[in-house]
Structure formats: structure tokens, C-alpha cells
T-cell receptor
């Protein structure tokens, strides 16, 4: 299995631009999670989906952030407009219906730098 | 929200057994305890999970006392490649939505 795939791996953009991060979960997994990691705040859960439906987005920092999961094999996290404080590593993770909610498989992350 | 407390950092020599303890005083009845490992520039990787007593796999052992208010991750005979940050994770289903909280993690440095 290819594991969780994220793209791009690195993104450098200027403040005010739109940023779209992409994730392909492991085939057969029905839960998908978006996390953000910074030195100051550690690893934060932003939103998670179950069977393509957003279940909890209370971790999304503000309205500039949005996430979608149009089908079982694809999800996006969009930031519009981006700000320098959004600079972080964004991870996508997925989990299987056959395992516990906490057993998640993480992708390699997207390192975002907003200038 | 069930929170976890673990040491910020630990040092160990190669070949030694390392025990990392995590406190989770507010753990709920249905919560599992899960540990992850994260190397620099990589995503966290699932290591082990348990509910009570002891769980062992090819990587580590997890010890959970009867009151479940703490847990100890045990890494046998560590090597330099075990240098990483280790996170203790407790799921929280108490609010109707499932919130997961990764703590600050424990940075383990293995010394030759």
C-alpha cells in the first residue's frame, strides 16, 4: 500500500494568496484527519471526516480555513487568504474502520511557508 | 477534555531500556491510550495502543495500571535510530464529538 499521499510537499507563497493542500488517504480507510504542527502549538487536530462527512471542525482556526472531501480518496484543505502565521507543517492522516479511531496513519506532511 | 502530561525530554545510552510515563488523570472509561513516534520531517507513526494491563508488540511494551490514570511506554534496548519525539494520546469522546489531543511529546535522545 502506498500510504497516505500529500501534495505538495513544500509550498511557499505570499500573504494573501490562496493555498490548497491535497490528501489521498489509504484505500479502504473511512476516516480522514487534518492536523497542523508548529513549534509553539505542537500538533493540533483541525478537522476530521468520517465516510466523507465532516464530523468535527472545531479545531479549524478561523473562516479562512476550509476543508472538503468530495469522495473517499481525496480531500483538500484550503487557506484563503493566507497569512504568515499560517506557516506550519500540515499533516493528513487516515484510519481504517477495522481499527480504533486513534490508530491513524499519517502522511509525510506539507511544509507551508507564507511570506 | 482528557489531557496528557509527559516529560519534555529524556536521554538514554544505546542498549538501555527506556521507560516514558504519561499521566492522564481524566481518562474516560471508553478511552484507549495510544503512543506515537515522530522523527524529524516526518509524520507521526503509530507504535502501540492499549486499554488496560500490558500490551506488547515487536516495537514496544505498554504498561497501564488498574486505575488507568497513567501509562508507561517501554522501549527495550534502544538504538540511535530510536531518537525521536514520543507522543501519548488519549481519545476523548465525552463531548459527543471525538477530540484527540496530542500532548507536547517527549523528545528522546539516544546517546552512543
Amino acid at each position: 500500500d502506498a500510504g497516505v499521499i500529500q501534495s505538495p510537499r513544500h509550498e511557499v507563497t505570499e500573504m494573501g494568496q490562496e493555498v490548497t493542500l491535497r490528501c489521498k488517504p489509504i484505500s479502504g480507510h473511512n476516516s480522514l484527519f487534518w492536523y497542523r504542527q508548529t513549534m509553539m502549538r505542537g500538533l493540533e487536530l483541525l478537522i476530521y471526516f468520517n465516510n466523507n462527512v465532516p464530523i468535527d471542525d472545531s479545531g479549524m482556526p478561523e473562516d479562512r480555513f476550509s476543508a472538503k472531501m468530495p469522495n473517499a480518496s481525496f480531500s483538500t484543505l484550503k487557506i484563503q487568504p493566507s497569512e504568515p502565521r499560517d506557516s506550519a507543517v500540515y499533516f493528513c492522516a487516515s484510519s481504517s474502520p477495522q481499527s480504533s479511531f486513534e490508530t491513524q496513519y499519517f502522511g509525510p506532511g506539507t511544509r507551508l511557508l507564507v511570506l | 477534555l482528557a489531557k496528557t502530561t509527559q516529560p519534555i525530554s529524556m536521554d538514554s545510552y544505546e542498549g538501555q531500556e527506556v521507560n516514558i510515563t504519561c499521566s492522564h488523570n481524566n481518562i474516560a472509561t471508553n478511552d484507549y491510550i495510544t503512543w506515537y513516534q515522530q522523527f524529524p520531517s516526518q509524520g507521526p507513526r503509530f507504535i502501540i495502543q492499549g486499554y488496560k494491563t500490558k500490551v506488547t508488540n515487536e516495537v514496544a511494551s505498554l504498561f497501564i495500571p488498574a486505575d488507568r490514570k497513567s501509562s508507561t511506554l517501554s522501549l527495550p534496548r534502544v538504538s540511535l535510530s530510536d531518537t525521536a519525539v514520543y507522543y501519548c494520546l488519549v481519545g476523548d469522546s465525552g463531548a459527543g464529538s471525538y477530540q484527540l489531543t496530542f500532548g507536547k511529546g517527549t523528545k528522546l535522545s539516544v546517546i552512543p
